[in-house]
Each structure stands twice: as structure tokens, then as C-alpha cells.
């Protein structure tokens, strides 16, 4: 018999010190013609930023390829540290920290093979962190079509999946933990 795996805990004071990843926003490499940010809040139940919560994105590259490039990711030879990317490989995955006022931002690379980013959200107070997907709308700025998730869900609720168009390739999406208007996560067992 194995033994049953090791439960969640809440989020600690810990996550300034143990999760900030170098550069953790600026996935794609730098200069890189196709970049697109997204960026929003992460709010509590009352509408209130949440100003220590940690969101984490994963999505495959524009070729639909979802392993990121060996060495991608830097270690400091001494401390066995992640010391950040690269600056020229795109590895897919992102970690960034809301700031004072609630808000995130990234840089990443249009994903290729689904419409759109993977993300878990690290909170206090949250005994589980939770899943979702930020939804980027095709060029007309429409939700993405035939999408087994978008379709199974009513409008009020699948646009809490969607970002918006908020300038040259800039996209916000917030992320309501809890409320009205909160987003759709997704449970995985």
C-alpha cells in the first residue's frame, strides 16, 4: 500500500522569500517581435486587491512544443538558486507576484495548439491553490471558438475566462478569487 499524498497548506509569510522567480514575467526572450503582454488584479471576495498573491503560468510555445529549452532556466552555481532565464530560449512557464496595489503582469509568446495560458493562483488564506485559464481572443477580438471548456459554460461565466484586448498586443484578465464575478477555476483530481 502507498502512503496517501502529503495534504495542502495555506499559504505562509513565505512566499516573498521561497517562490519570487528572477525575471519570473518576461517569458518570451527579449526583443522578440511576437511578444504580448498580459497583465490584471488578483481581488478577494469584497472586490479588494490581494497584494502578496502569487500567479503562475504555464502554456506551450508558438510551435505547440511544451517542453522548455534545456538551459533555459539559470542556476547560481553556489547558492543552486534559480538565478532566472536566459534571455533567449522561451521556456513556457512564469511566476510573478502582485505588487501593493493587486496587479500582475507578464511578457510572454502567443501559445500554439490551444487559445490559452495555464494558471494557478498562490493566495493566503487559500488551502488549496486554484487552476484556471486566461482565454486571449482571436484577432477580431472575439472568445475563441470550439473550445470544450468555453463551450460548456454560460456566457456570464465563460467571460471570466477571457481576457480583453487593452492596447497593442496587451491583454488584461483579472482574477476574482471569490464573489461576484468570480472566475471559473477548474478542479483536478
Not at 500567479?55 to 510555445?61: D, F, G, H, Y
Amino acid at each position: 500500500m502507498s502512503p496517501a499524498p502529503t495534504p495542502s497548506q495555506t499559504i505562509g509569510p513565505f512566499y516573498g522569500f521561497a517562490l519570487p522567480l528572477p525575471d519570473g514575467g518576461d517569458i518570451a526572450p527579449a526583443g522578440h517581435p511576437d511578444t504580448i503582454t498580459v497583465r490584471g488584479l488578483v481581488l478577494d471576495g469584497a472586490g479588494d486587491p490581494v497584494p502578496d498573491a502569487v500567479v503562475e503560468t504555464w502554456q506551450p510555445a508558438p510551435d505547440g512544443s511544451r517542453t522548455g529549452l534545456p538551459g533555459s532556466m539559470r542556476r547560481d552555481p553556489v547558492t543552486g538558486r534559480n538565478a532566472g532565464r536566459n534571455g533567449v530560449d522561451f521556456t513556457g512557464f512564469g511566476r510573478v507576484c502582485t505588487d501593493a496595489d493587486g496587479q500582475w503582469s507578464l511578457r510572454t509568446l502567443p501559445p500554439g495548439g490551444v487559445p490559452y495560458l495555464s494558471v494557478v493562483v498562490f493566495a493566503r488564506g487559500l488551502v488549496h491553490h486554484l487552476y484556471t485559464r486566461v482565454y486571449l481572443p482571436d484577432g477580431r477580438g472575439a472568445a475563441p471558438e470550439g473550445d470544450p471548456l468555453l463551450e460548456s459554460l454560460d456566457e456570464q461565466r465563460r467571460a471570466t475566462l477571457i481576457a480583453t484586448p487593452a492596447g497593442h498586443r496587451t491583454y488584461r484578465f483579472d482574477i476574482r478569487l471569490q464573489g461576484e464575478g468570480e472566475t471559473v477555476f477548474l478542479e483536478f483530481s
